[in-house]
């Protein structure tokens, strides 16, 4: 009861009188910015629409972490409101999207920066992976990863292949690709509030998370560069399937390995000079090289982007920190409090709720989800521990969060026969998805840690270095 009201209490003084103020205010914004071509390169109209977007990223995000949510969803929910307001009749943020032969496009100025903030987001994932704690993470992690990225894309690309029977297999296949990752970070919040951080279920879920991602990222540049194939000309066969796999795994070893060679020596140039600012500078020049080659040889720029961040390591800019300087990951944090935000929001503001409407769109949502549960439930079975918890190691690999929300966009802006890969129905479902699976899986992870401790407590574990991270 006191949940409830607090929830009530939270949706009437912060959510509510936010979207007022927020549509009041720019309305009249928008009056005194004129509207010269919402296409075009207007720097008025753009800065109108950053204004907007970081409103309702801050505010989104502090309405939905009272209501005990990740930020992310409050960003990407008032990301849908902003989107979706020319339903009543009000085109003040037509500015940041607006539809144009029934496809919701968006300013393309605010498009650009919300795909540099998708590059600077899966940098910064990188950076926090440890590329040897990877490697160490024991079987069983590798066990729940494989599993957490085979079942669930099978069980994807099966369901749209039963909703979507008229579309292209490469859509089933995309499809499928999209419920493959895990977002890390909302599991780790909820296993470190509980102070279980230290757990065997916890350190399995985080290992394995790390390697998921890697694993997602490999299937998401085969199906990306099998799409584009398509697209020229290619057909779809065993060959050309293995060799798009073999380039996507050849970039990621081959930068790996070649960049922890070079960027020491880069490092090193870089220390030497007494420009300010260099150690950022060198640090994003990097990560925008790697996703430079990554996107000319077919592969999508955030693959190229996560393998820069996984090989920084901290004794590279040692140098530059024994001088006084911050390290690379705060430099790059308020880079990307200000372009991830605007991925998120227009992300929300791209979904149609007009599509909400049609009971086949949420019927494929509802299934969808429940695909993409009981995939990830699967991978509990790649626990080779006895006493761990497989329902909690299952549960923490539910939550797609960002990393979801990022594949389905790669989707939306691949074409395949003049059309895009991901239409306007299934992107609709596939956030709907996101959302549910993001939001269910904190309280239930809390439920089974539950259940789990009072387990535990009549038959304790003891934690060996192989599932240590």
């Known amino acids: 009861m006191i949940g409830d009201r607090k929830r009530r209490g939270v949706i009437y003084r912060i959510v509510l ?112 992976s440890d590329l040897k704690k990877m490697v160490k993470v024991g079987p069983s992690s590798l066990a729940v990863a494989t599993l957490g990225v085979i079942a669930p894309f099978f069980l994807g690309w099966g369901t749209a292949a039963l909703f979507l029977p008229d579309a292209s297999v490469y859509v089933h296949i995309f499809v499928g690709a999209t419920l493959c990752a895990t977002s890390v970070g909302i599991t780790a919040r909820v296993f470190l509030d509980l102070g279980r951080i230290q757990t065997p279920e916890a350190r399995i879920v985080l290992g394995a998370a790390v390697i998921d991602d890697v694993q997602g990222l490999v299937i998401l540049g085969a199906v990306t560069g099998l799409i584009k194939a398509a697209e020229t000309g290619g057909t779809l066969s065993t060959w050309t399937v293995m060799l798009i796999v073999l380039k996507a795994v050849a970039f990621l070893v081959g930068a790996i390995v070649f960049g922890q060679r070079i960027t020491p020596r880069v490092f090193h140039v870089a220390s030497r000079l007494r420009t300010s600012g260099l150690l950022l500078t060198t640090s994003l020049g990097i990560c925008f090289v790697f996703a430079y080659l990554a996107g000319k040889i077919g592969l999508d720029p955030i693959v190229g982007a996560f393998a820069a961040g996984i090989i920084l390591e901290e004794v590279h800019w040692r140098t530059f920190t024994e001088r006084g300087e911050h390290s690379v990951e705060e430099l790059v944090e308020p880079i990307a409090a200000f372009l991830v935000p605007i991925f998120f929001v227009t992300m929300g503001a791209k979904v149609d709720l007009t599509t909400f409407g049609n009971l086949s769109v949420l019927g494929f949502a509802g299934v969808l989800t429940a695909a993409a549960i009981a995939g990830k439930q699967i991978c509990g079975l790649g626990v080779l521990r006895k006493g761990v918890d497989r329902l909690t190691v299952g549960i923490g690999m539910i939550p797609r969060g960002e990393v979801g929300l990022i594949f389905v966009d790669i989707g939306s802006s691949l074409m395949l026969g003049g059309a895009p890969v991901i239409g306007m129905n299934v992107f609709s479902a596939v956030v709907i998805m996101v959302v549910v699976t993001t939001m269910i899986a904190p309280p239930a992870l809390k439920i089974s840690i539950a259940r789990g401790a009072r387990l535990a407590a009549a038959r304790p574990v003891e934690v060996d270095e192989d599932e240590a991270e």
């Open 17 to 128: 009188p936010s979207i007022v103020v927020l549509v009041f205010a720019c309305s009249r914004l928008f009056a005194s910015a004129g509207h010269d071509g919402v296409g075009g390169v207007n720097i008025v109209n753009v800065l109108l629409a950053l204004i907007v977007i970081l409103a309702a990223a801050k505010l989104g995000g502090e309405a939905f972490v009272r209501l005990g949510q990740p930020a992310v969803l409050g960003e990407l929910v008032f990301g849908i409101v902003v989107g979706n307001l020319a339903l009543l009749g009000f085109h003040g943020f037509d500015v940041i999207v607006h539809v144009e032969n029934s496809r919701k496009v968006v300013n393309p100025s605010i498009e650009v920066l919300s795909k540099i903030g998708v590059i600077v987001l899966l940098f910064q994932v990188g950076l926090e």
